[in-house]
């Protein structure tokens, strides 16, 4: 395993749920993202942080919140998805500005019924 | 058109074979270039990075950038079992923010 932890592994949640996503990184890197990978679609970046502040946000429904409490701790806030937001969450972590070297956490998978 | 263009497979080998995997893109400004491997429940794991042109090797491993062509590739000598995982090409550029952009990934088994 990577120097990137991700919990849950496996979610399953209903429409109406709200859940969240958590990461953290013992990698001392000051960086944070979140992506989304969906089967035979490339990675999609989510969110980026760099120094606790939120540095890019791709268009992201606002159903996803994320939350970067220190450099160490990565959360994605979750409230009424829809069937199509079932994908592997992957949190990455780098020295900011350093993205082309990210370090990738194991995912969590999700399925929304 | 894509940005990054990757042949998703499967690619299926026998062990010990050179393996060549490859990803064309679109942007010029690319200067950084990455392959990255994900074995099944796992998340990506850094294997190469290359700037700008030329090759670099390690172990195994050979990545290549041709940027007049536009094209990348990942060797693999000798491959193992082991190898079987699907490989991912990522690229970005200096102003290009924090972002990597991805190939869809192309999946390699390679067989006993």
């Known amino acids: 395993e990577t120097g990137v932890t991700q919990t849950p592994r496996h979610l399953v949640m209903g429409m109406t749920n709200k859940k969240s996503l958590k990461c953290e990184q013992h990698?001392?890197?000051?960086?944070m993202y979140w992506y989304k990978q969906s089967a035979k679609k490339p990675l999609e970046l989510m969110f980026v942080?760099?120094?606790?502040?939120?540095?890019e946000n791709n268009s992201v429904p606002s159903r996803f919140s994320p939350e970067c409490p220190n450099s160490s701790h990565l959360f994605l806030h979750l409230h009424t998805l829809q069937p199509e937001d079932s994908a592997l969450y992957l949190c990455?972590?780098?020295?900011?500005?350093?993205?082309?070297?990210?370090?990738f956490g194991p995912g969590t998978r999700l399925l929304v019924l | 058109q894509k940005e990054v263009e990757q042949d998703p497979g499967p690619l299926s080998v026998p062990e010990g074979a050179i393996v060549s995997l490859n990803c064309t893109y679109s942007?010029?400004?690319?200067?950084?270039f990455m392959w990255y491997r994900q074995y099944s429940r796992k998340g990506p794991e850094l294997l190469m990075y290359?700037?700008?042109?030329g090759n670099k090797e390690d172990g195994r491993f050979t990545a290549q950038v041709d940027k007049s062509s536009k094209y990348i590739s990942l060797f693999i000598r000798d491959s193992q079992p082991s190898d079987s995982a699907t490989y991912l090409c990522?690229?970005?550029?200096?102003?290009?923010?924090?972002?990597?952009?991805f190939g869809t990934g192309t999946q390699l088994k390679v067989e006993l």
């Open positions: 290359t700037y700008s042109s």
């Open positions: 942007n010029s400004a690319f200067q950084y």
């Open positions: 942080y760099s120094l606790e502040e939120r540095v």
């Open positions: 990698l001392g890197h000051n960086a």
């Open positions: 990522a690229m970005s550029f200096t102003g290009g923010g924090n972002k990597l952009t």
């Open positions: 990455a972590s780098s020295r900011p500005g350093a993205q082309e070297t990210q370090y």
